[in-house]
């Protein structure tokens, strides 16, 4: 596990990380969301040793994190960072040997992430002549090809179509079942709601929120509640403790001032009718968001 234990870091006289801790656990899928300016590069960069830490400690399974470490993390910057005159094979190859690995195992690798992140057709392309869209997978294959046990990916998303997303997400979900701990920020919060496992959320170079996904989609919700059923249900409008907040014949969505008139509300329901669905409703990534930030 890597874990962040009260890490600040000032720019002259301005604050730009201020007491952060979390950790990024095994096999897991760890998404790291904020506005711009809120501080993910800035904690990203000192993770990779880019940036000297003012203070604070990180640890890799509770050993002070070094270079020796670091040689098993995959870094990729929001920036561009490859060569863009050198073809793609040729370049993951260069890349997966430079951590050490053998010829035959950097080539199996690169011609492994070519085929899975789609790129088979421009291999032998140079960077600078690849769309966007590619050039940002081949970035992420960069990150990949020397098999880190550690991944790190500032914005690994950004400039993807839907169906490349589709292909990344795959590629990055099965690094995590094999036991990858994955650390991805992010702007497109439906994405990370969809992917990942565990949640942390910066402002101001502060951490407002972490922890798993669920869990915290289950602390920020409010007693929402959603029915469907055959009948009509206005009577929803004047039942005790109840505050109907949509409502369009056997569809509602109501808030209940205590768990007992929730299910007060679903007896009456089905003594009226069929009732297909009835569920809580829980805070989505952006609501959660937009509350603590």
């Not at 863009?84 to 492994?112: I, W």
């Not at 960069?142 to 993807?160: M, N, R, T, W």
């Not at 949640?199 to 996904?213: D, F």
């Not at 509300?265 to 009835?278: H, I, M, N, Y």
């Amino acid at each position: 596990m890597l874990q962040l234990n009260n890490i600040s870091k000032a720019f002259g006289g301005r604050t730009a990380l201020d007491g952060v801790s979390f950790g990024v656990r095994d096999g897991r899928m760890t998404g790291f969301v904020g506005g711009n300016g809120a501080g993910k590069t800035t904690t990203m960069r000192i993770l990779l040793g880019v940036l000297e830490r003012d203070s604070g400690e990180i640890a890799l399974d509770g050993e002070p994190l070094g270079a020796r470490q670091r040689r098993h993390f995959g870094y990729m910057p929001e920036e561009r960072g490859l060569y863009p005159k050198m073809k793609v094979r040729e370049q993951l190859v260069y890349l997966a040997r430079l951590h050490g690995l053998t010829s035959l195992d950097a080539g199996r690798n690169a011609d492994s992430l070519i085929e899975e992140l789609g790129l088979g057709e421009r291999r032998d392309s140079t960077l600078e002549s690849l769309s966007l869209g590619n050039q940002q997978r081949a970035q992420i294959a960069a990150a990949l090809v020397h098999d880190p046990q550690i991944l790190v990916l500032d914005e690994p998303f950004s400039g993807l179509d839907p169906l490349a997303v589709d292909t990344v997400v795959d590629v990055l979900e099965q690094r995590a079942a094999s036991g990858a701990s994955v650390l991805f920020s992010s702007h497109q919060l439906e994405i990370v709601e969809r992917l990942c496992d565990d949640l942390v959320i910066i402002s101001e170079g502060s951490i407002r929120a972490s922890g798993e996904r669920e869990a915290l989609r289950e602390a920020h919700s409010a007693p929402r509640f959603s029915i469907t059923s055959n009948s009509d249900l206005d009577w929803l409008r004047t039942e005790p403790d109840i505050t109907v907040v949509e409502l369009q014949g056997g569809q509602a969505v109501f808030d209940a001032a205590e768990p007992t008139a929730a299910q007060r509300v679903l007896r009456r329901a089905v003594a009226e009718g069929d009732v297909s669905s009835f569920a809580p409703q829980r805070a989505s990534l952006a609501q959660i968001f937009r509350e603590v930030i």
